[in-house]
């Protein structure tokens, strides 16, 4: 059984700290998703948030894993954004990324968290297709299903360049559980085998990543740190609206040339036999 | 009075399945095992690669129309999504997303027998799901999304929140479908929450019968060749908008649940469908 780490603060800190400190809190949903509107220079940028609330009603979920009713939530509240927008002026929608995993529970699954996170991921690519730049902004972990859900449908993906800001599929208790070694056998694999590293300045020498912000206090921000981080969502928020829709730089970045060149290779070749020669 | 022999469609290979769902004679397959396009990453992990990597992309049609099919080879390391897997999952959904785009119409069907991303390859599997997830999106408004889940093998991780985003969900009875697999969730949570060796509590939960009657998939199938091809080429036609998109009826069904005593399989079923056609 796993033990009860205390939950990261780090979501709901930056989430106040872009936001002029709002709470973000909404009615009728619940205290674990957390939106609030807060320009960016002359851009007004939608920001959402995953934290943690010791009394949520699905006990699986109380430690900032993302669970039934966040990810609904989540889905609610951007779906709303794109109708509120209409496609006139698509908003710039921000997800502040610090998740530890998907909820894993017997509820959940009766539930269907596959449907509720999909119903977000949904969401997230739709509103990236109707023009809304939509940016993820990893603070802390962004692991696994919980990143699907919320964060990893953005066109463009920017990570704080921090020990604790951590992606992969499973968290390394897990994995070394399920792999039958230990979390020190699975950090030595990771120097070896990129994609099996946890550390974000690996993550973003696959090519995923549009910015690594380097030099940022990211458990403390100050002001001068909040200023750095919104001078980078802007940079990245034009990007997004110069480049396509689709998730392509994903492919198209210096890194990914390198470390994607297979996810490159198996397109070109199957573009190259689609049609009958 | 015998019935006829079925033909399993669960036991066949991803070519196999494929193939039989495909018109007579119009099955090709692209990147195939002759191309030796392999993982690239577990070789330096002593597992052997397989010269497919465990995905089969065909092209043919499907009820006279062009059609692709990505099918997920179960046998080979659990059918787990490599970066390589993965990336010819979402390169053929993206080519049938240029196809459409071009006013060229591509049936698209993809046969999930998987357990998730590959751990030996994490990160890479994981982008290349979510790539996935964005191709179906995206095609989605084009074309209906016809997904089949047939095996034991069930369909989890990842690729769970792929096969909900399909427009139209197959399963068969001894199917799974669920974000989380059993084995995961009795670690993570202990055995109080779930015993992952007791297949009627794990089935009342995610297997396909329930899946359909929840409203999670759409066609309880039986594991029959002739009958899911059938299926598959009724699948195209008159298809209601997807259910991941229906957000504010399944946020109301899920506040209508006590968290704290959620109902039983069975009575759920009941709950959820009361009042509905099904």
Same mark, same amino acid.
């Given at each position: 059984?796993?033990?009860?780490?205390?939950?990261?603060?780090r979501?709901?800190r930056?989430?106040?700290?872009?936001?002029?400190g709002?709470q973000? +809190?909404?009615?009728?949903?619940?205290?674990?998703?957390?939106?609030?509107?807060?320009?960016? *220079?002359?851009?007004?940028?939608?920001?959402?948030?995953?934290?943690?609330?010791?009394?949520?009603?699905?006990?699986?979920a109380?430690?900032?894993?993302?669970?039934?009713?966040?990810?609904w939530?989540?889905?609610?509240?951007?779906?709303?954004?794109?109708?509120?927008? @209409?496609?006139?002026?698509?908003?710039?929608?921000?997800?502040i990324?610090?998740?530890?995993?998907?909820?894993? @529970?017997?509820?959940?699954?009766l539930l269907?968290?596959?449907? =509720?996170?999909?119903?977000?991921?949904?969401?997230?690519?739709?509103?990236?297709?109707?023009?809304h730049?939509?940016?993820?902004?990893?603070? *802390?972990?962004?692991?696994?299903?919980a990143?699907l859900t919320?964060?990893?449908?953005a066109?463009?993906i920017?990570?704080?360049?921090?020990?604790?800001?951590?992606?992969h599929?499973?968290?390394?208790?897990s994995?070394?559980r399920?792999?039958?070694r230990?979390?020190?056998?699975?950090?030595?694999l990771?120097?070896s085998?990129?994609?099996?590293?946890?550390?974000?300045?690996?993550?973003?020498? +696959?090519g995923?990543?549009h910015?690594?912000?380097?030099? $940022?206090?990211?458990e403390?921000?100050?002001?001068?740190?909040?200023?750095?981080?919104?001078?980078?969502?802007?940079? =990245?928020?034009?990007?997004?609206?110069?480049?396509?829709?689709? +998730?392509?730089?994903?492919l198209t970045s210096?890194a990914?040339?390198?470390?994607?060149s297979a996810? $490159?290779?198996?397109?070109?070749?199957? =573009?190259?036999?689609?049609?009958v020669? | 009075?015998?019935?006829?022999?079925?033909?399993?469609?669960?036991?066949?290979?991803?070519?196999?399945?494929?193939?039989?769902?495909?018109?007579?004679?119009?099955?090709?397959?692209?990147?195939g095992?002759?191309?030796r396009?392999?993982?690239?990453w577990?070789?330096r992990?002593?597992?052997?690669?397989q010269?497919?990597?465990?995905?089969?992309?065909?092209r043919?049609?499907?009820?006279?129309?062009?059609?692709?099919i990505a099918?997920?080879?179960?046998a080979?390391?659990?059918g787990?999504i490599g970066?390589?897997?993965?990336?010819?999952?979402?390169g053929a959904?993206?080519?049938a997303?240029?196809?459409c785009e071009?006013?060229?119409?591509?049936?698209?069907?993809?046969?999930?027998?998987?357990g998730?991303v590959?751990?030996?390859?994490?990160?890479?599997?994981?982008?290349? $799901?979510a790539?996935?997830?964005?191709?179906?999106v995206?095609l989605?408004?084009?074309?209906?999304?016809?997904?089949?889940v047939?095996?034991?093998?069930?369909?989890f991780g990842?690729?769970?929140?792929?096969?909900? +985003?399909?427009?139209?969900?197959?399963?068969?009875r001894p199917?799974?479908?669920?974000?989380?697999?059993p !084995?995961v969730?009795e670690?993570? =949570?202990? $055995?109080?929450?779930?015993d992952?060796?007791?297949?009627?509590?794990?089935?009342?939960?995610? *297997?396909?019968?329930?899946?359909?009657a929840?409203?999670?998939?759409?066609?309880?199938?039986?594991?029959?060749?002739?009958?899911?091809?059938?299926?598959?080429?009724?699948?195209?036609?008159n298809?209601?908008?997807?259910r991941?998109?229906?957000?504010?009826?399944?946020?109301?069904?899920?506040?209508?649940i006590?968290?704290?005593?959620?109902? !039983?399989?069975?009575?759920?079923r009941?709950?959820w469908?009361?009042?509905?056609?099904?």
């Amino acid at each position: 059984m796993s033990t009860a780490a205390a939950p990261s603060e780090r979501g709901l800190r930056w989430f106040q700290a872009l936001t002029g400190g709002q709470q973000g +809190l909404l009615p009728g949903t619940t205290r674990t998703v957390r939106m609030a509107d807060s320009p960016i *220079g002359r851009e007004p940028a939608r920001y959402l948030a995953v934290v943690p609330d010791a009394q949520n009603r699905f006990p699986r979920a109380r430690g900032g894993e993302v669970g039934l009713d966040e990810a609904w939530a989540l889905a609610r509240q951007v779906r709303r954004t794109i109708a509120e927008d @209409g496609g006139a002026s698509p908003r710039a929608i921000i997800a502040i990324v610090d998740v530890a995993s998907q909820a894993y @529970g017997r509820r959940e699954e009766l539930l269907g968290i596959h449907l =509720a996170g999909a119903a977000a991921a949904d969401a997230y690519a739709s509103a990236r297709l109707a023009g809304h730049p939509v940016l993820a902004l990893l603070v *802390g972990k962004a692991m696994s299903g919980a990143f699907l859900t919320h964060g990893y449908q953005a066109n463009r993906i920017l990570a704080l360049d921090s020990p604790e800001v951590l992606v992969h599929a499973m968290s390394k208790e897990s994995a070394a559980r399920v792999t039958r070694r230990s979390v020190e056998a699975l950090e030595e694999l990771g120097r070896s085998i990129t994609p099996m590293a946890y550390d974000v300045r690996s993550f973003a020498s +696959l090519g995923l990543l549009h910015t690594l912000i380097e030099g $940022i206090n990211a458990e403390a921000p100050g002001t001068d740190d909040v200023e750095r981080v919104r001078a980078e969502l802007a940079a =990245a928020i034009a990007d997004a609206r110069a480049g396509a829709r689709d +998730l392509s730089s994903r492919l198209t970045s210096q890194a990914a040339r390198t470390t994607r060149s297979a996810s $490159i290779e198996v397109r070109r070749r199957l =573009a190259q036999s689609w049609d009958v020669p | 009075m015998s019935r006829p022999a079925r033909d399993s469609f669960s036991e066949l290979s991803a070519r196999e399945r494929a193939r039989v769902l495909l018109d007579p004679g119009t099955f090709r397959e692209l990147l195939g095992p002759f191309e030796r396009m392999k993982s690239p990453w577990l070789p330096r992990q002593g597992v052997v690669a397989q010269a497919d990597d465990g995905v089969v992309v065909a092209r043919g049609r499907i009820g006279g129309e062009d059609a692709v099919i990505a099918a997920v080879e179960g046998a080979y390391q659990g059918g787990s999504i490599g970066e390589v897997s993965g990336s010819k999952i979402a390169g053929a959904l993206e080519l049938a997303l240029r196809d459409c785009e071009r006013g060229r119409r591509v049936r698209p069907v993809l046969l999930l027998e998987t357990g998730g991303v590959r751990l030996q390859e994490a990160n890479l599997g994981l982008a290349a $799901i979510a790539e996935i997830h964005a191709a179906i999106v995206a095609l989605r408004r084009h074309v209906p999304v016809v997904c089949v889940v047939a095996g034991l093998v069930g369909c989890f991780g990842g690729m769970s929140l792929a096969a909900a +985003l399909c427009s139209r969900l197959i399963i068969t009875r001894p199917a799974r479908l669920g974000m989380n697999g059993p !084995e995961v969730i009795e670690q993570e =949570a202990g $055995i109080g929450e779930l015993d992952a060796m007791d297949a009627r509590e794990v089935w009342g939960l995610m *297997g396909g019968e329930q899946r359909v009657a929840t409203g999670f998939a759409d066609v309880l199938i039986e594991d029959d060749t002739v009958a899911i091809a059938a299926e598959v080429r009724r699948a195209f036609d008159n298809v209601p908008p997807p259910r991941s998109e229906q957000v504010d009826a399944w946020s109301a069904r899920l506040a209508g649940i006590d968290a704290q005593h959620p109902p !039983e399989p069975r009575a759920l079923r009941a709950l959820w469908l009361r009042g509905e056609d099904h």
